[in-house]
């Protein structure tokens, strides 16, 4: 049975992966120079999915942690510690161990074989992540380099206040391991690394990762609504011009039309049946996120939605009644930080074009 070719919500490789060669390339450049990296975009633009085709295009151990997972220094020390269990043998690593300040506590699980690693709470926080990083570091060498990457970094904070400050004096001295930073709230990944008193100031080569290229998606997508319909190419062009290429939607959209025409190839607006199915769907849930909205976040989303002038223009503030500048443009910042609106290429936009066509379709009713 055909399967659908498009995937949506978690990372993605072939046969969905779509293009990114100049990004795969840069972040290839970076991680096999002396330098580190951080990824920055807004959420579910294929983060993730890029670094970990770096990482399976090359031969190099690699440790990735997603810090929204980590709840201490103690916890992040020991996710860590477990993926160099799983990268080196043991008998490597248990002389070395035995050096550390504050020892682990490990078990083996014996349902899947894995080690099982803790550090009690309360121990002393520095030589034990201290420990810990400089443990891979010691294990590469210049010519068997390590990558690793944080996915989520801007969780930094909240796993403890210190935790930059703590994490950055101990990287600063390796010289045989990539850092890579992803990060998808924007403003704290820049504060993080842009800004001239915090701890990661300049640490790391900045990417900022923006959509897939409308051509590359309008390919993929003609090619795979091929045997269905001789009008691939439109549906295809009609798909990314509705979600203006933003990488999740594009596929989740892609996936609904396929399901669709896999039924009835004779639909003759399959993209209206599937953005009317899925409306039909998330209505209730639309609704709820409307009406926790402020009233001006309300009218700064409904200016976005509906019309195509910049929110902090006089037009703008003219069109939707609003009347100050600075009330746009902290009633955006709140909308940025909650995932409604993103920033690409400098433009404001709304995140979800499904939502912007239910606000759109609302208020013409
Ligand atoms: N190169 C790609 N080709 C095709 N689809 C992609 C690509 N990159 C991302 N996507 C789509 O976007 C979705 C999200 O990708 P991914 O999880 O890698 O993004 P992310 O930026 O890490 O997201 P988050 O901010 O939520 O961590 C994927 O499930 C897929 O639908
Ligand atoms: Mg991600």
Excluded at 64 to 82: C, M, P, R
Excluded at 100 to 121: C, Q, T
Excluded at 169 to 179: D, E, G, P, R
Aim: charged share 25%; net charge positive; hydrophobic share 40%.
């Amino acid at each position: 049975m055909q399967t659908n070719p498009f995937k949506f919500g978690s990372v993605v490789d072939a046969p969905f992966f779509i293009n990114r060669k100049d990004e795969l390339k840069a972040v290839t450049e970076v991680i096999n120079s002396n330098n580190h990296l951080v990824i920055i975009s807004p959420r579910r633009f294929g983060k993730t999915s890029l670094v970990y085709k770096v990482l399976k295009n090359s031969s190099r151990k690699a440790v990735v942690l997603n810090l929204q997972f980590s709840n201490s220094i103690e916890d992040f020390a020991a996710q860590y510690l477990k993926q160099i269990y799983r990268l080196f043998p043991v008998t490597h690593l248990k002389q070395k161990i035995k050096n550390f300040r504050v020892l682990p506590s490990l078990s083996l699980n014996p349902v899947n074989g894995d080690m099982e690693i803790s550090f009690k709470p309360g121990s002393n926080q520095g030589p034990l992540l201290e420990d810990v990083l400089n443990l891979l570091e010691e294990l590469s060498s210049s010519t068997k380099r390590s990558i690793v990457v944080l996915d989520e970094f801007q969780e930094i904070k909240r796993i403890d206040k210190s935790m930059d400050r703590k994490l950055r004096s101990i990287l600063q001295n390796h010289k045989c391991v990539n850092y890579v930073f992803l990060g998808s709230q924007e403003s704290m990944m820049r504060n993080i690394f842009e800004r001239k008193n915090s701890p990661f100031y300049h640490f790391s080569q900045l990417m900022q990762l923006e959509k897939i290229k409308k051509e590359h998606f309008v390919a993929f997508i003609s090619k795979n609504l091929q045997g269905f319909t001789s009008e691939n190419k439109r549906i295809a062009k009609e798909i990314v011009a509705f979600t203006d290429g933003h990488p999740y939607y594009t596929q989740q959209l892609s996936f609904m039309i396929w399901n669709l025409l896999k039924q009835d190839q004779s639909i003759e607006k399959p993209i209206d049946e599937a953005i009317a199915v899925h409306l039909r769907m998330h209505d209730y849930d639309y609704e709820r996120l409307w009406i926790n909205l402020k009233n001006t976040e309300k009218k700064v989303i409904s200016g976005l939605a509906t019309n195509k002038k910049e929110p902090l223009t006089a037009a703008f503030l003219e069109a939707t009644n609003i009347n100050a500048t600075s009330t746009v443009f902290s009633s955006l910042k709140r909308l940025m930080t909650n995932g409604f609106v993103i920033q690409t290429n400098g433009k404001y936009e709304i995140d979800d074009p499904f939502f912007k066509y239910w606000i759109i379709e609302k208020r013409s009713n």
